[in-house]
């Protein structure tokens, strides 16, 4: 990223109280550029978007605003936030959202033929073959129901379907749960 200092238009150190939470220590502005940003009715949130979460979360260097952005460097409890006016930024969104709707649309066509696929491989006679295999399959074995999901290449709402019927008739039966997923085995 290429800037220069003159496209920093605030600094704002945040401190932490521990019962009071985070509150604005000092602010310092160069110039009039950012004046809609108050500094200090956004502390608390600019604080918990940069430090906000367990420490296993993967915590943003930035955050880019409409008009402006802020970096921000922690330093113990305390957050260090530059405030710039980035130069140039409306072309680069611009060029990003074509890129952006250009993968969108690449990523519609991919989902429409993938769909395509599977809604012919599922076709009722294919149903009533499943059908048939999942006893066949699960007999002295235990899977679950993404697992079967997969094997079988359907949709959730399909194997859902499958599995409540095969249920109902007793020919597969729960055996245990794994968190959301269901364990299936034969009776």
Same mark, same amino acid.
């Given at each position: 990223?290429?800037?220069?200092?003159?496209?920093?238009?605030?600094?704002?150190?945040?401190?932490?109280?521990?019962?009071?939470?985070?509150?604005?220590?000092?602010?310092?502005?160069?110039?009039?550029?950012?004046?809609?940003?108050?500094?200090?009715?956004?502390?608390?949130?600019?604080?918990?978007?940069?430090?906000?979460?367990?420490?296993?979360?993967?915590?943003?260097?930035?955050?880019?605003?409409?008009?402006?952005?802020?970096?921000?460097?922690?330093?113990?409890?305390?957050?260090?936030?530059?405030?710039?006016?980035?130069?140039?930024?409306?072309?680069?969104?611009?060029?990003?959202?074509?890129?952006?709707?250009?993968?969108?649309?690449?990523? *519609?066509?991919?989902?429409?033929? *993938?769909?395509?696929?599977?809604?012919?491989?599922?076709?009722?006679?294919?149903?009533?073959?499943?059908?048939?295999?999942?006893?066949?399959?699960?007999?002295?074995?235990?899977?679950?129901?993404?697992?079967?999901?997969?094997?079988?290449?359907?949709?959730?709402?399909?194997?859902?379907?499958?599995?409540?019927?095969?249920?109902?008739?007793?020919?597969?039966?729960?055996?245990?749960?794994?968190?959301?997923?269901?364990?299936?085995?034969?009776?």
């Amino acid at each position: 990223m290429k800037f220069t200092e003159n496209e920093i238009f605030g600094a704002a150190l945040i401190g932490f109280d521990m019962i009071d939470g985070p509150f604005l220590k000092w602010k310092k502005e160069y110039s009039k550029v950012g004046k809609g940003v108050s500094l200090d009715d956004f502390a608390m949130n600019f604080y918990l978007a940069f430090r906000g979460g367990n420490e296993s979360v993967k915590k943003p260097r930035a955050i880019l605003y409409d008009k402006f952005y802020i970096v921000a460097f922690p330093r113990d409890l305390e957050l260090c936030c530059l405030f710039m006016k980035p130069d140039n930024i409306d072309n680069n969104i611009n060029q990003l959202n074509k890129i952006a709707s250009r993968l969108i649309t690449e990523m *519609d066509v991919y989902e429409e033929e *993938d769909t395509s696929v599977k809604e012919a491989d599922s076709d009722e006679n294919t149903i009533d073959e499943i059908k048939r295999l999942i006893p066949n399959l699960l007999n002295g074995t235990k899977m679950s129901t993404p697992e079967l999901r997969r094997y079988f290449q359907l949709s959730n709402s399909q194997i859902w379907k499958v599995m409540s019927d095969l249920e109902s008739s007793k020919k597969i039966r729960r055996a245990d749960k794994k968190g959301r997923s269901v364990i299936w085995t034969t009776n």
